[in-house]
């Protein structure tokens, strides 16, 4: 799964940006604000579907404007900060568990910026993210071969009859997960993202005089 060429370092010059605007406005809005959560960690996945797609993300900051500072001064203040930093600016009003309050938004090169306020509450919210982006081209998956075989398995032992000597997942292919068509993955039903086959555990083979009765059905040529 090589990377695509580019990728990282685009996302990463929309990336620095945008946490340096979401900096400013923050010391602006809500100023004495402890600074040092808003960072940027490695980029998150957003899209499971192949291929996936990253993104950098603030999901939600919060800040105290100043006392003398009204909800309607802060969102007006916001708006002007990022007009004037050439991002495409929007307001608007909702209404939500008997609050009231104004969200401005601002886009640029495909990142959003959200400055949240509440008419009757001192808090701020900010958040922003990139768009995301495909940062490894997509791979063909190919299940692994089994571990053991007829000719190799263990003196003594069988060939597990779940995975027939896989050791992996049968269902995954030892992945832990399964394509969907909604989420782009989810987790494998059988082996519940361990990966590994749930009655061997990974060995590929069972010891033949650990079988169960149940078991020993499995393998006719041990007889009774």
């Given at each position: 799964m090589g990377p695509v060429p580019g990728a990282r370092e685009e996302l990463d010059r929309l990336g620095h940006p945008l946490r340096e605007q979401l900096v400013e406005l923050i010391?602006?809005?809500?100023?004495g604000s402890d600074l040092s959560p808003l960072f940027l960690a490695e980029p998150e996945v957003v899209d499971w579907h192949e291929p996936l797609r990253y993104r950098y993300s603030v999901g939600c900051f919060t800040g105290m404007r100043p006392a003398n500072v009204t909800a309607a001064d802060a969102t007006s203040r916001a708006a002007a900060l990022l007009d004037s930093a050439?991002?495409?600016?929007?307001a608007s009003r909702e209404e939500a568990g008997g609050t009231v309050g104004t969200i401005v938004t601002g886009r640029r090169h495909g990142c959003g910026i959200e400055i949240r306020a509440v008419d009757h509450m001192s808090t701020l919210w900010f958040s922003g993210q990139t768009p995301a982006m495909a940062l490894y081209e997509p791979e063909e998956f190919r299940r692994p071969e089994p571990l053991l075989t007829p000719e190799t398995v263990t003196p003594g032992y069988v060939l597990c009859y779940e995975c027939d000597g896989l050791g992996w997942c049968h269902d995954c292919g030892?992945?832990?997960?399964?394509?969907?068509?909604?989420?782009?993955?989810?987790?494998c039903p059988s082996c519940h993202r361990r990966r590994v086959c749930v009655i061997c555990r990974?060995?590929?083979?069972?010891?033949?005089?650990?079988?169960?009765?149940?078991?020993r059905g499995y393998y006719p040529e041990l007889g009774q």
């Open positions: 010391d602006e809005l809500a100023p050439g991002w495409a600016v929007t030892g992945r832990g997960w399964r394509p969907d068509a909604a989420r782009g993955r989810a987790n990974g060995a590929a083979e069972l010891a033949v005089t650990d079988l169960s009765p149940h078991q």
